[in-house]
Antibody, heavy 123, light 109 residues
């Protein structure tokens, strides 16, 4: 059974870079799936951040694209999120998740999720 | 302001049938599959309905999904107290981005 686990600092200062890692067990990230990130500000809804495939194909939310980088580390079976120039508006629970495809076309089928990690942006 | 529009709240009594709507456009719901997620308090979201109307393994058949044009719906029949949760619709948009609805908080009275 695949499991995902987020890790990283729970507190980031404004203007700095938020960095999170998702460790995957029970499945190789070199196999199928896009590997993605989704966030949820406290008391608010879900926002898709972006995802990456093993081939390097990457999609990002247009509203975040200028500040986001997602990368894969197949040797560690991990993938990462970097979000730069953070503000208080980036305070949220960050989830890593698998993002599936149908006949090779990306979908919003997030089959497996991590438990989420709260990141607070504050000085 | 979410790309997909859901009512912020819904409610029903045990045993009732409730529906939650999700409205989009030709660039998302109108051209691709809709997925639904259930988020219980304090938990990560869980895939509830895939490809408009398919239930993943383990999801009770009380949950069903449908899609027509640029709108989709989630129906829950035989409402139970444990169904009290937030529900989100999601679809892929032609601008190469995943989009979610704002979420609907379901209260079981």
């Amino acid at each position: 059974q695949m499991q995902l686990q987020e890790s990283g600092p729970g507190l980031v200062k404004p203007s700095e870079t938020l960095s999170l890692t998702c460790t995957v067990s029970g499945y190789s990230i070199s196999s199928g799936y896009y590997w993605g990130w989704i966030r949820q500000p406290p008391g608010k809804g879900l926002e898709w951040i972006g995802s990456m495939f093993r081939s390097g194909s990457t999609y990002y939310n247009p509203s975040l694209k200028s500040r986001v980088i997602i990368s894969l580390d197949t040797s560690k079976n991990q993938f990462s999120l970097k979000l730069n120039s953070v503000t208080a508006a980036d305070t949220a629970v960050y989830y890593c998740a698998t993002q599936d495809t149908v006949r090779g076309v990306i979908t919003t089928s997030f089959d497996y999720w991590g438990q989420g990690t709260l990141v607070i942006v504050s000085s | 302001q979410s790309v997909l529009t859901q009512p912020p709240s819904a409610s029903g009594t045990p045993g009732q049938r409730v529906t939650i709507s999700c409205s989009g456009s030709s660039s998302n719901i109108g051209s691709t599959y809709v997925y639904w997620y259930q988020q219980l308090p304090g938990a990560a979201p869980k895939l509830l309905i895939a490809k408009n109307n398919q239930r993943p393994s383990g999801v009770p058949d009380r949950f069903s999904g449908s899609k027509s044009g640029t709108s989709a719906s989630l129906a829950i029949s035989g409402l139970r107290s444990e169904d009290e949760a937030d529900y989100y619709c999601a679809a892929w948009d032609d601008n190469l981005s995943g989009v979610f609805g704002g979420g609907t908080k379901l209260t079981v009275l």
